[in-house]
Structure formats: structure tokens, C-alpha cells
């Protein structure tokens, strides 16, 4: 199969497509034919050698994925061959043609597979996050990067909880994040003010997607740091004793079976902002990793 690789840490021109031998499912696991796979800040991060899961190099890339069941493990009765998937490559090889999954749920019927494939790691991480911090109706959450892709998760998970959203973003994302149900403030420097204008006894919770050295304010406006999380500010977590939420201690894919429901009655939507070739895969790592991008990043495959 053709898998995107890297043999060093580097920058996008590192990645080159390769041939690989065909994977197969072990117990529990399925193997589909990807369709689309998404880009995700992680994947460029383990690329540069800034994050690792111990894997040693030469290294594949790529976790969010959705395709056609065409083999199945032992023991699989949730999906069968040729049914329509999405979900999360178990070895974070999904940029490539075939791709082996254990978490992954059915396509919704009115999603084709660039849309599926921009949302699982988004999803889970959203919806890990807003459950530690115990999000439900009657709370008031402020994320702090809230128009990119798992901030627009999060911002319309808690909204269909009954949450009261507060999202930080760039002026030019305020009408984007008003369309999800937040209540949008500029971040940058007197933030603090502005959220405290639309909410004058602070916020119940707050969640920190965007790591931009802001956790000082957010505790203040949350009351305390067990009321704050975080999934971008490692060294500022343990400063400040915050939450840093990163998967190990237990994770939320039972988000992907559950989001359906609320895709299907028009309830959740996160736009795909551009596609690319698998071949393009450098230049969608390095849109990813310098520019602004409010949806998601997807490979086409094939």
C-alpha cells in the first residue's frame, strides 16, 4: 500500500509517500480502505520530535481516518465488510491506502468521508475535556480557542448539553462562533475584562485549547485551577496546577457512536476548510502547523 512516512524529524519535507506492506486486522480490529484522512496538530508535532508515543523511526503518520470495511478480526460483530467507517488508526499509520482500526463507529448517513474524516480525534479530545470539567446544563464554560477544530467540537457538544458557551477567538471568527451557539470575546490582552463583562460573577469552568499562556486569567475567572483544563499547556499546567488532559489517563471514543445522533438532526456540523491529494501531504502539515485554519485539514485518498 502507498502510506506517508517519515525517516527524521524535520519539517513538512521530511514526509514522502512509500510503499508499505498491506496491514491486517488482529482480534477486535477492522481494516478499511481509506477514502480520507485528517490532519491533526499531533501529527506534526511527533514529525518535528516535539511529541512522542515511543515510536521509533521510520514513523507513518495520520489517526483520524473513514473508508469501506474490507477485512474483519476476530470477534467483530459491530460492523462488517463494506460497511462505511470512521474512527482512529490504531498505529497512526492513516495517512496511507488500508488502515487498521479498534475505535471507530459507522459513517452518519448524511456525511460523506472528507466530513467523517476531520472528526474523530477532534470529537474524543472535545468531549474528553468537557467531562472532566463536568460540563451540563446550567454551567457556564469559557474555551479559550474556540474557532478552531476541536474548540468548534467543544463549543457545540456543550452547547447541546445546556451549557452556556463563552469562546475566545479572532474578531473575524465571531459571527463563525455566534453560528455554533457561543458567545464569542477577542483574546489578546485585556480578555479577562471582556469575558468578565458578559459574565460579571466569572465562569463556572474554563478549557484551554489553544495554549496561549492564558491560564493565569482563566483560573481567575474560574474560581480555582481544579476548574480549569487544559490541552495545549503542558510546562503552564504544572505551574499553575492546572488539568492537562492528553488521552493516557483513560479517553471518550464512545463519542464517535454517540455524535449521530446530533449530526443527523443539524445540531453539529465542522467544516472541512480545504482538501489535498495524499501526495500534498507536506504542504496540508505545514497549513496545519503555521496557518490559521478554523475547519479541518483532510487527505483525499485514491
Known amino acids: 500500500m502507498k502510506a506517508a512516512q517519515f ?20 482480534p477486535g480490529q477492522v481494516r478499511i480502505v481509506v477514502h480520507a484522512a485528517g490532519i491533526n496538530a ?5 514529525r518535528k520530535g516535539l511529541l512522542s508515543f515511543g515510536a521509533g523511526l521510520p514513523q507513518t503518520t495520520g489517526r483520524d481516518v473513514a473508508g469501506v470495511v474490507d477485512e474483519v478480526g476476530e ?3 459491530d460492523v462488517a465488510v463494506g460497511d462505511r467507517v470512521f474512527g482512529v488508526s490504531d498505529d497512526g499509520a492513516g495517512a496511507a491506502e488500508l488502515a487498521l482500526l479498534t475505535y471507530r463507529a459507522p459513517i452518519p448517513p448524511s456525511l460523506g468521508f472528507v466530513d467523517a474524516a476531520g472528526l474523530p480525534v477532534a470529537l474524543e479530545t472535545a468531549t474528553r475535556s468537557l467531562d472532566a470539567l463536568s460540563v451540563g446544563r446550567g454551567i457556564t464554560l ?14 457545540q457538544l456543550a452547547v447541546a448539553r445546556g451549557t452556556r458557551v463563552i469562546g475566545t477567538a479572532s474578531t473575524a471568527n465571531h459571527d463563525y462562533l455566534r453560528l455554533l451557539g457561543a458567545e464569542p470575546v477577542t483574546y489578546g490582552e485585556g480578555m479577562a475584562e471582556r469575558v468578565s463583562t458578559l459574565a460579571p460573577d466569572g465562569v463556572d469552568v474554563a478549557l484551554d485549547v489553544a495554549g496561549s499562556g ?34 493516557f489517563q483513560g479517553h471518550a471514543f464512545h463519542a ?10 443539524g445540531r453539529f456540523w465542522l467544516p472541512v476548510e480545504r482538501t489535498y491529494p495524499l501526495d500534498e501531504i507536506s504542504e496540508a502539515h505545514r497549513v ?8 479541518r485539514l ?3 485518498i485514491g
Open 256 to 265: 464517535l457512536t454517540e455524535i449521530g445522533a446530533l449530526i443527523e438532526a
Open 7 to 26: 525517516s527524521q524529524f524535520g519539517g513538512p519535507e521530511v514526509l514522502e509517500i512509500v510503499d508499505l506492506p498491506d496491514p491486517h486486522p488482529g
Open 214 to 247: 492564558v491560564l493565569p486569567e482563566l483560573i481567575d475567572l474560574a474560581g480555582c485551577s481544579q476548574n480549569v483544563v487544559t490541552l495545549a499547556d503542558i510546562d503552564g499546567a504544572k505551574q499553575h496546577g492546572v488539568r492537562f488532559s492528553n488521552g
Open 75 to 77: 470477534g467483530v460483530t
Open 142 to 155: 469559557l474555551i479559550n480557542g474556540a474557532a478552531g477544530g476541536i474548540g468548534s467540537t467543544a463549543v
Open 42 to 46: 499531533t501529527e506534526w508535532k511527533l
Open 298 to 300: 483532510v487527505l483525499i
Open 288 to 295: 496545519s502547523e503555521y496557518g490559521h485554519v478554523r475547519g
